[in-house]
């Protein structure tokens, strides 16, 4: 046999398996369920192919969680921006953000792994709305990036949970794969998990979405689909074409972006120094104050610390309010207030090491008392023994007998 006969009996072998593979995937998608048939969407076709899309219109009185939906509308801009440090954020309506959340084929990123369902939701006059792209197979992710860039362009900035490190930088490097420009490069970004971490890891221990979602947001999700999970039910859609085991993902994304709404508002309902409501934990509270501070806005970090202080909270609560509103004082140089602070520390807890070495710091630095500096060290000593505060009292002794 010469080698045009070998080609063409391979190319009619090629040819022959390719319709047997084709008929085998028909045969196995009757079987299943097809994906219009159980998830609410349709087909849309664009310039580079085609895919599914869903779309979701919930109304203000819509419950999530302890949020209802009307409440988070709200959401003050400034206040994320502070969150977030991102100040461009700051001349935008909250209706002028997009909700992305995104399930992908990998949990941890690179080129190989695809975002195969985009989650996509807004603000808007009525309620929310939220989009759902879904790629029913790998040929469709052109035309839904392209639908994704034609309607970013539509706004101003993202939130995300862990966006920065995931999320965008994945979707910006399928954008590049497909010779589309990576619009979500210079988009300005607030990304909540870093802002919840720090707000709430004096209580918690694991910051994920799902675990804030229990603990804060108020919600349990019932029969939801574990998030290292999906990449392989995709894989067996894929492999299956039946929307039953597709199905729950719909629902997972869905979650997320509505949980990314009700986080928003509460972290921000948190860094608010005129929201002080009974449900919030005073060291929420004093972690928002925090961020006040580092911001440099210490007018409205001492508005957190005294509201707190002037509540009915724990002794403990009280203390570490007392000792951040005394640091800022000291720092603005308001040496009275400072000084008034810490001796009110003592009055609660003649045991604070922290408020004795601030006023024998004080007394030996700006008030010149040696005797008083001297007296609280020796105090600080007794409390929590140190070498640093040995060298102090050693130091201070010596001044006093050269006087």
Request: proline letters at 4%; one cysteine or more.
């Amino acid at each position: 046999m010469n080698i045009r006969d070998r080609l063409s009996l391979l190319t009619r072998y090629r040819v022959k398996a390719g319709a047997t593979e084709r008929t085998n995937k028909q045969l196995e998608a009757k079987t299943g369920l097809s994906i219009e048939e159980l998830v609410p969407g349709e087909e849309i076709s664009n310039e580079k192919g085609c895919f599914f899309l869903t779309r979701y219109s919930f109304p203000g009185s819509f419950r999530h969680g302890c949020y209802v939906l009307r409440d988070c509308t709200p959401i003050d801009t400034h206040l994320l921006s502070i969150l977030t440090n991102d100040p461009s954020i700051l001349k935008y309506r909250i209706e002028d953000g997009i909700f992305l959340d995104t399930e992908t084929t990998g949990l941890v990123g690179g080129t190989g792994t695809l975002p195969f369902l985009i989650g996509l939701g807004w603000f808007e006059k009525n309620g929310f709305s939220l989009y759902q792209i879904f790629l029913r197979d790998y040929d469709e992710e052109r035309a839904a990036l392209h639908y994704i860039m034609e309607f970013l362009r539509e706004k101003k900035f993202l939130i995300t949970f862990n966006g920065k490190a995931f999320d965008v930088n994945l979707l910006n490097t399928r954008f590049i794969l497909n010779r589309l420009p990576p619009l979500l490069e210079n988009m300005p970004h607030a990304d909540l998990l870093y802002p919840a971490r720090r707000i709430f890891k004096h209580r918690l221990n694991d910051r994920s979405l799902s675990t804030l979602e229990q603990v804060v947001l108020g919600l349990t999700r019932e029969g939801d689909v574990p998030g290292y999970e999906i990449p392989h039910l995709y894989f067996a859609w894929l492999k299956r074409r039946d929307a039953r085991i597709i199905a729950r993902v719909f629902e997972h994304n869905r979650l997320d972006v509505l949980s990314l709404v009700t986080l928003a508002a509460k972290l921000t309902e948190l860094i608010d120094p005129d929201s002080m409501t009974s449900d919030i934990f005073p060291g929420d509270k004093i972690q928002a104050g925090r961020i006040w501070s580092d911001r440099c806005a210490f007018s409205h970090a001492v508005r957190v610390f005294e509201s707190l202080r002037s509540c009915e909270i724990d002794q403990l609560s009280w203390l570490s309010a007392s000792r951040e509103l005394s640091i800022i004082y000291r720092r603005l140089g308001c040496w009275e207030e400072a000084v008034s602070l810490w001796k009110q520390i003592i009055v609660r807890n003649p045991y604070d090491t922290f408020a004795l070495i601030e006023l024998a710091k004080y007394y030996e630095h700006r008030a010149r008392n040696i005797e008083a500096a001297l007296d609280y060290a020796k105090r600080a000593q007794n409390v929590s023994p140190s070498r640093e505060i040995a060298h102090r009292i050693e130091r201070l002794s010596k001044r006093l007998l050269r006087r």
